[in-house]
């Protein structure tokens, strides 16, 4: 989801009450609701034309008024205790509103990147890795920004190379993090890593560090790199796909995204988006297209990410082949 479409949800929530934002809670993941709840906190008085406006997107009428950014923490805190339950909302709350600490590896899936790797940055790398392959794919890509490049390289490697973990590995793992994993010796290896848990990271980081962690890969393991890439689906790879892919995958992606995630594309990935639209919607969006200004390339990217998320969610429930690996419903 965009920054813009988290500040938009954030105000819905503020507007419906705390009993109907704790269902919604309940059904995020841990990200979402850090991003959500964290947006949140950091509204300050909003008008209320636009608070009309977001509940028109939802097909809502507003009220009168609105207190959206009066006792914004107190607000958070009584949802997402009521969400989450006292002691988890704790560890997350205590990370969007600036106050105290949180361990364990469930714990890291409510905080930021940032934090994460500066927790675990002196750790072993072959900890490190074991650490990120337990993260969402885009929390573990940006856990790698904030690294040397040299340890990020290292810790990739290790994350493409990790065919599973050991019990005493994740015993090794919970003493790092304070004990979440009570292994034993009954417990079956756990299959976290391996090129594909890799290629899925890779697509989550930005171009230009994708490049040189692909090139360290390829130094040290000219065939490990290529199983990598076999399973890499980047943007540019919305070309590859059918006609009747791209038109389920069109269903699922506003006009707003689409248009600043093809900025920078080629005009080949572009008509092959457009002549799978009716001919009206093919001329809005090009019109719309050559009318948008100059975008951040970070937001470019932030979009594209979402879409490919997209891809790989039809591709996980067997809507789409990606890679010719229908049969095996191999999501990259």
């Known amino acids: 989801m965009s920054e813009d479409g988290v500040r938009k949800s954030a105000i819905l929530l503020m507007s419906i009450g705390e009993e109907e934002a704790v269902e919604v809670f309940k059904y995020l993941s841990p ?3 850090q991003r959500l709840g964290a947006a949140m906190a950091a509204l300050e008085a909003v008008p209320r034309e636009q608070v009309e ?3 028109r997107d939802f097909r809502e009428k507003a009220g009168v008024s609105t207190t959206i950014g009066m006792n914004a923490d107190n607000y ?11 002691e988890l909302a704790s560890g997350v709350i205590d990370r969007i509103l600036k106050s105290g600490d949180n361990v364990g590896l469930e714990a890291l899936k409510w ?3 940032k934090s994460i790797a500066e927790m675990i940055k002196n750790e072993h790398p ?3 890795a074991t650490i990120v392959v337990h993260l969402e794919r885009d929390a573990a890509a940006e856990v790698l920004t904030h690294f040397t490049e040299r340890l990020r390289n290292d810790v990739m490697l290790r994350v493409a190379a990790l065919e599973g973990v050991q019990p005493s590995a994740l015993r090794e793992l919970n003493d790092v993090l304070i004990g979440l994993l009570h292994g034993t010796d009954k417990m079956q290896k756990s299959a976290l890593g391996g ?3 890799a290629a899925e990271i890779l697509n989550n980081l930005g171009t230009s560090l994708e490049a040189s962690v692909m090139a360290s890969l390829r130094e040290h393991d000219a065939e490990l790199a290529q199983a990598i890439e076999d399973q890499m689906f980047v943007f540019e790879n919305l070309i590859d796909l059918d006609d009747r892919a791209v038109q389920l995958l069109l269903r699922e992606v506003q006009s707003e995204s689409l248009i600043v995630a093809l ?4 005009t080949e990935l572009r008509e092959k988006i457009f002549k799978n639209m009716s001919a009206r919607a093919a001329e809005m969006l090009r019109d719309d297209f050559e009318s948008k200004g100059p ?3 970070s937001e470019v990217e932030a979009e594209q990410r979402e879409i490919l998320k997209v891809i790989r969610r039809l591709s996980d429930e067997g809507q789409i082949s990606i890679g010719g690996k229908a049969d095996e419903g191999m999501v990259t």
């Open 295 to 297: 975008v951040k390339l």
């Open 76 to 86: 958070v805190r009584s949802v997402l205790n009521k969400a989450l339950g006292t």
């Open 53 to 55: 406006a977001v509940l």
């Open 195 to 197: 090129a594909t848990v």
């Open 31 to 33: 990200r979402e609701v």
């Open 111 to 113: 905080m930021d990147g």
């Open 263 to 266: 900025k920078g594309t080629s």
């Open 126 to 128: 072959q900890i490190i």
